[in-house]
């Protein structure tokens, strides 16, 4: 239950009562970046946060206006942060009918408004094997590697928390080897891809409720491979191409 209290936490920091209506996003990585990272680029106050999807988001600030923000903004992308985002936060909460993504039953969470850059796979339980669904959205992102070969991928395999930690990091390793394979035979170099497992390490939505009862509509979501577009660096692509 520690990630839905670290949730809960997160919510009742964005509620709009602080007055606190724009977050800024320096950047988001596909794996953690050392605090130096941005100490040694000047900037100071950095906070860490990782989405539902394993996507390492560091963040700078909050702000009451807009123009506040866009000039954080500006502050990064002078220091070497091209992709720094002004994050609104009443358009998320508007987006996603709540004012967190997390109780609106989201289980994508901010990442979702990234389109195809940031997206996943699902699976049945206890299997690796790609669904209809979860090739034709391969086949997209292989289209998207073959126009653009400066892109690189991260598949990150998740399970639910059924069965053994060890199991599981098992299961969610053949889950991300079988999209990459998959993407291979369409043609994507297998040095443009890189593989992480999180198991049952990074639910996207809880297996269990507060009482302790199994919601099996919600392990569905947590039976995954997230599939992320890089840059050069590592850093998350932020556009759609």
Same mark, same amino acid.
């Given at each position: 239950?520690?990630?839905?209290?670290?949730?809960?936490?997160?919510?009742?920091?964005?509620?709009?009562?602080?007055?606190?209506?724009?977050?800024?996003?320096?950047?988001?990585?596909?794996? &953690?970046?050392? &605090?130096?990272?941005?100490?040694?680029?000047?900037?100071?106050?950095?906070?860490?946060?990782? $989405?539902?999807?394993?996507?390492?988001?560091?963040?700078?600030?909050?702000?009451?206006?807009?123009?506040?923000?866009?000039?954080?903004?500006?502050?990064?992308?002078?220091?070497?942060?091209?992709?720094?985002?002004?994050? $609104?936060?009443?358009?998320?909460?508007?987006?996603?009918? #709540? &004012?967190?993504?997390?109780?609106?039953?989201? &289980?994508?969470?901010?990442? #979702?408004?990234?389109?195809?850059?940031?997206?996943?796979?699902?699976?049945?339980?206890?299997?690796? #094997?790609?669904?209809?669904?979860?090739?034709?959205?391969?086949?997209?992102?292989?289209?998207?590697?073959? *126009?653009?070969?400066?892109?690189?991928?991260?598949?990150?395999?998740?399970? $639910?928390?059924?069965?053994?930690?060890?199991?599981?990091?098992?299961?969610?390793?053949?889950?991300?080897?079988?999209?990459? *394979?998959?993407?291979?035979?369409?043609?994507?170099?297998?040095?443009?891809?890189?593989?992480?497992?999180?198991?049952?390490?990074?639910?996207?939505? *809880?297996?269990? $409720?507060?009482?302790?009862?199994?919601?099996?509509?919600?392990?569905?979501?947590?039976?995954?491979?997230?599939?992320?577009?890089?840059?050069?660096?590592?850093?998350?692509?932020?556009?759609?191409?």
């Amino acid at each position: 239950m520690r990630l839905f209290f670290t949730l809960l936490l997160f919510c009742f920091a964005l509620a709009p009562v602080r007055a606190q209506n724009f977050r800024v996003q320096a950047a988001a990585f596909a794996a &953690p970046v050392a &605090p130096a990272y941005f100490k040694d680029r000047g900037v100071e106050g950095v906070i860490g946060s990782t $989405d539902a999807n394993g996507i390492y988001r560091y963040f700078v600030g909050n702000y009451a206006t807009l123009e506040e923000a866009e000039a954080a903004r500006d502050l990064l992308v002078a220091k070497g942060f091209p992709n720094a985002t002004v994050i $609104d936060l009443a358009v998320q909460r508007a987006l996603y009918e #709540s &004012p967190c993504t997390y109780f609106a039953g989201n &289980p994508m969470g901010a990442a #979702s408004g990234m389109g195809m850059n940031v997206s996943s796979i699902y699976f049945e339980s206890g299997v690796a #094997s790609l669904s209809a669904e979860a090739k034709q959205e391969l086949d997209r992102y292989a289209g998207l590697l073959r *126009d653009y070969p400066e892109l690189k991928l991260s598949l990150t395999g998740h399970t $639910d928390a059924l069965g053994n930690a060890q199991s599981n990091v098992e299961l969610a390793t053949t889950r991300a080897r079988a999209a990459r *394979d998959y993407l291979i035979a369409r043609g994507v170099r297998a040095d443009r891809m890189f593989l992480n497992v999180a198991g049952e390490a990074q639910p996207a939505m *809880d297996n269990q $409720d507060f009482y302790g009862n199994d919601l099996p509509k919600n392990r569905r979501w947590n039976r995954r491979v997230v599939l992320a577009i890089l840059k050069e660096g590592g850093e998350i692509e932020p556009e759609n191409r």
